[in-house]
């Protein structure tokens, strides 16, 4: 199915590739001013999170060096990596993430060039070996950085400092991600993932509006969908363009706003007009998991089946069914349908009345009345309740300790827009400021993957040493600061 489309779609993608932007930056410190010797170490400092390649120049001291210079060099996010090891390292992602090297220098004085890209504002430099004839000297260190934005685009924002400094870090988090396409995380995965970019290309409508970038990635998961029109949950892109073999229920479904986002930023309908059909057909292959007597769809128990938020204990089946409504009246806002709206309100009414519980004014999933903060957070979004109802519905979950709890920004992001959806405004800047801002205070120069701010470390991998410390899902708090959406209603 749109077979015909995909090799035009590629085509297109393909034209729309950036240039990457490429800027010289050296250490702030940590250059040493002395010959380095065995297990000595230095932490070069480079002032911020920057993506890009490191170019390290070195000589010896001494006599003349009899055997080669051994050296470990590890890229850091943040401070608290430097002194991170792999030793018992047990998680279920593969440590080859780490950012690690060791490199043997037979020949001094040599200029070093690592080339692979790594994400880092701290590079910490260990001499493993050397002979006892000699010190190693390391006279320069220079990173060139990408990134396929321009810093001078965006102006800054103007207001209160905690929101400035929240909103500068949000913008690093975006600009590093922003690559040859929107990457979810520079260190790891560094694929395009679906959820992320809807995340991604919000926050770039109210600041850098690389609005290519945007259409560039809509079209690369068009060109990658399968045989069935279905859109991958991400997709890779060298050495050639191919989706994974990864296929979520909401992520296929977040392709809908995604496009309406876009359109609705640009006025750009002939793209419109050309990845609709595939858009409006999500909707129908979503329909396959829905119970028609009951409007109601079916729980699975396949992981990884809809993502939601990274909460392993979420049960995903009310989120589901809501996050399809939330997608199909993006659907309606690009092209009129009475058959899907009754189909929508019959969606809405079902949950309703099979999962809502007017006692505890709270959204129960699956068999077990499952409670938890996604489930009233995407009843709101979807519109299911809505006015006093709607707000009634956070109070209730605020006030419930054994829900399940949100565990990343990405759905901290759609806590914070339910509340302005209930006009909660005040309330939705504080959570930014509590939420974002702590991670600010934990040293944070970019935005996590995942923050918990009673165990900043925690991490669903087994290990926190293969999260990501600057990620896409995380850059939206420069999207609320700037788009107006926080300010009261007059």
């Not at 479904?253 to 930023?265: E, G, K, M, R, S």
């Amino acid at each position: 199915m749109f077979e015909e489309k995909k090799p035009e779609w590629l085509e297109t993608a393909e034209r729309l590739k950036p240039a990457l932007r490429c800027e010289t930056v050296q250490p702030i410190s940590g250059i040493p001013d002395h010959a380095l010797m065995g297990n000595e170490d230095v932490v070069l400092d480079f002032g911020n999170h920057f993506v890009g390649h490191l170019t390290l120049k070195v000589s010896s001291q001494g006599s003349h060096p009899d055997a080669p210079a051994w050296l470990s060099i590890k890229f850091c996010e943040n401070a608290r990596e430097l002194d991170e090891t792999l030793e018992g390292y047990n998680g279920w992602i593969s440590k080859s993430w780490v950012q690690q090297e060791q490199v043997h220098i037979d020949v001094l004085p040599a200029v070093i060039h690592f080339p692979r890209r790594y994400a880092f504002r701290f590079v910490k430099i260990k001499v493993l070996a050397l002979s006892s004839k000699y010190r190693l000297v390391i006279e320069d260190a220079v990173a060139e950085t990408t990134t396929s934005v321009d810093d001078n685009a965006v102006s800054p924002l103007i207001g209160d400092e905690a929101d400035v400094v929240i909103d500068r870090v949000a913008l690093r988090t975006l600009r590093n991600c922003m690559q040859d396409f929107f990457e979810d995380g520079p260190k790891r995965d560094r694929r395009l993932w679906l959820g992320d970019l809807r995340l991604q290309a919000l926050t770039n409508s109210v600041t850098y509006r690389n609005f290519d970038l945007v259409k560039r990635c809509l079209y690369l998961f068009a060109a990658t969908s399968n045989e069935e029109g279905r859109i991958a949950a991400c997709l890779f892109t060298e050495p050639i363009v191919e989706a994974d073999d990864t296929f979520m229920f909401d992520y296929s479904l977040f392709f809908i706003p995604t496009l309406l986002q876009y359109v609705q930023a640009t006025g750009d309908n002939v793209t419109k007009d050309d990845l609709l059909p595939l858009a409006w057909h999500q909707l129908k292959l979503a329909d396959a998991q829905f119970d028609p007597d009951t409007n109601l769809i079916r729980d699975s128990d396949r992981l990884g089946w809809c993502f939601v938020d990274w909460a392993l204990k979420l049960n995903k089946q009310f989120c589901a069914q809501a996050i399809w409504i939330y997608c199909a009246e993006a659907a309606l806002q690009m092209n009129d349908d009475p058959a899907l709206e009754e189909k929508i309100a019959a969606r809405k009414d079902a949950a309703k009345k099979h999962w809502y519980d007017e006692e505890l004014h709270l959204f129960v999933s699956d068999t077990e009345h499952q409670i938890s903060w996604a489930s009233q957070v995407w009843a709101v979004l979807a519109g299911i309740l809505e006015g006093e109802e709607a707000a009634a519905c956070l109070d209730a979950v605020a006030s419930c300790p054994d829900a399940v709890q949100m565990v990343t920004p990405y759905m901290m992001h759609h806590y914070v827009e339910a509340l302005c959806c209930v006009n909660r405004k005040a309330q939705a800047r504080q959570v930014i400021r509590d939420y974002w801002g702590a991670m600010v205070s934990n040293g944070a120069d970019t935005f996590w993957e995942l923050f918990n701010p009673v165990d900043p470390y925690e991490s669903p991998y087994g290990s926190h040493v293969v999260n990501s410390f600057c990620h896409a899902w995380s850059c939206t708090p420069a999207w609320f600061l700037r788009c107006g959406i926080l300010e009261d209603r007059a």
